[in-house]
């Protein structure tokens, strides 16, 4: 397979799936709509993993894990929530199979089960109906827990990460004796999601509430973290809902308070998935291939030998073990690639494709001058320095890189959000440069769903920041006292 | 809800039940046959999965993912392999729900599969079908990786973590360009299994080789360990399965050898489960609850404060954040339980059913005297000792612990394994004491069947270490080399 990839000016979404594909982090399987996770891309979503689960432990909560399945009257109960999730989703309704009389694999009709049972899109109703049973009173309260899953919604257009029938994630699903504590978490869980889209995958994110009609089914109030990809797309990357007390009312969760009240509890859910994985590679990576985040690559350092015979081989493999321990104890990740099947070249391209921070090569001319070379993959950039300090520069650089992509992304977003305050504006920028666009809206619905129409572009978010200020709905007219961000998006 | 447990002389299967959901591990959910893990379990079973994640990796293999979803037609491909498992399975037959006239939630017939896809059972259908695209050359072998997942198998007769419809297992798939290779990674995996069950679970286990009825299906050897629980039932533990040429052919995935030659490449399988919780609630717990090996428990040490007032609970926390810091920096988990709404009585009783290896407590007195209380879980002793002294003391004993608990079940282990060389001796050794039977069998399929409908014993294995030992099978009098061991299993 050719390492070459169509460039992101030509199609950037073709330039997406082949990249995906290439640099091995995912695949299309024999079964519609759903992905292979391949181990590289897979090692990556396990640093993501380690680092939100980390954070997430920090801040009290509990791993469990809940039943695949949903009974179909389980979404029945709350009513927008079904509207929104259940209608799209694989449906179990038997449970054998046998032989026909030619032999023929078939469906056994009388296996059906009496209540078809749905593939979860969504755990909120199968766990609200667990809580039922483990909250009696206020002391059973806070309950503080998350779950990594795997889910399935029917997409119809599917594409690797970014939308997959089947795919990966966590949901936070908490319980609480007061709105306030609820409202308190799902904002606390919007900040770690920022926190950790910035300081580990380096990608800038805004952090605002969803209007109404873009709000999670079920839910009161949607906080989302909303990224902007290379061609101008935003990217919503993870969401945080209060719930109110609609799922406890819809499942009948109560509990007696302090003061012998009782009284339904107040909920909130969360989550993110491997579309993060899409997000991360649209972020930073290149017409060479994937750029990788320090803090997230699997291989931080990859050492490449340079040699004619294995005489050579030995001698730079000794040094190289060396170098590569020193660099392990002080927590770097190195590969030490000395196969033989592969030349430098075809190496180098590879771990090019594959997005490694940094690159060594050291060839016999290294040996006797006590040198390396040593290349930053997110500027395409090499020198070549003394062994005896390469410890202490690759950890500067791997911190140097980070920043870098962090900044690089951030300087892309900054300019790509506009103000326009005319609906001619609006339009012009959406086409020629793309990007957040910083409009007045009158706060209704049906102005929402014009613009959409018309333009493609959604309300990404109204800012945690945005500033109070009176102005006119760039579509209406109406007034409006503060701007929203729109884009158009994955 | 009372702490009381059914004793297991009363009804070991009650006694397991009732404490597998008192002790906050696990419960049945709404869905039939599926259990909700909560978070109490879930944390045991993430430090199995950290510890034998750890032991893949050291074995050089990388984590992937798979489609849940497996076409039907994948399981039609390997003849013994759907017999042995898409039969009693979940069948998802349509993609979406809509609203009846009545309003009512029900399939929408309209949106029919045009082929059923099977809820995976085992994924090697559907990895092999994978594999194919990604096996060219020899090269591209070995290829060593595992897969975290949920799998679902259609048990009519359920229980809490034994036998559920829907588990959480790991399940490595590896290809190989030989034989012999394969084969060596098959008796790996069994080691490493081993290794883990007898270092971390504190459960000793006996290696051995399936016989051919109960191999996995699509197997040409299946390897196992196997354990005894408390009641003298065995349980088998984990497989390794050598796969042969099978799945390679059924999915033609052929490679280039050096030689230039095109040949079918080899496979394994082998994998662990949820299952592993039921086996170590059964090999350790007792009458008053869970009793759970250091190296598992997600609390090793809980520190109760014993106060009549909130002056002494303040002068006795001071205390304790200082002992549970030197101890966290040794790698022990604390937990400190400083609630006011429930007493140091119901504590004791909580952290006893919950399996605590150690439980410290501390009150006025001890503060006065530097001293504090402490309570092995194990042999259910307690003693005071000095703070100063503590931390070494814990680190001590918590490793004592570890070897104890496998100490005592090597030891009733051992006790139960009979040599018997009679049928009539087979039969009452079974009836009055059960465990392991040691027993020649003339290696015929009819023989094992005849003495399972008999008896409800089945051939847990051939041990490996079994010695060559001229008899006569114990059933039909035939020519036997060596013994087999037979159980009554879970």
Known sequence: MSKKLTTRAEDYSKWYNELVVKADLAENSGVRGCMVIKP???AI???MQAELDRMFKETGHENAYFPLFIPKS????????VDGFAKECAVVT??????????KVVVDETAKLE???IVRPTSETIIWDTYRKWIESYRDLPILVNQWANVVRWEMRTRLFLRTAEFLWQEGHTAHATKAEAIAESKQMQGVYADFAENFMAMPVIKGAKSESERFAGALDTYTIEALMQDGKALQ???SHFLGQNFAKAFDVKFTSKEGKLEYVWATSW???TRLMGALVMTHSDDKGLVLPPNLAPIQVVIVPI???DEQLDAITEKVNELAKSLRKKGISVKYDNRTTYKPGWKFAEYELKGVPLRIAMGPRDLENGTLEIARRDILEKQTISIDETVVYVEKILEEIQDNLYNRALEYRNSHITEVNSFDEFKEVLETKGGFISAHWDGTIETEDKIKEITKATIRCIPNDAKEEDGKCVFSGMKSNRRVLFAKAY
């Open 40 to 42: 590289y891309g897979y």
């Open 45 to 47: 979503w396990e640093k």
């Open 74 to 81: 389980y979404f029945s109960k709350e009513a927008s929530h």
């Open 94 to 103: 038997h449970y054998r199979l046998k032989n026909d009389e030619n032999g």
């Open 115 to 117: 209540e078809e049972l």
């Open 237 to 239: 990357a993870g969401t």
């Open 271 to 273: 989550g993110v998935s």
């Open 307 to 309: 040699h004619r015979n």
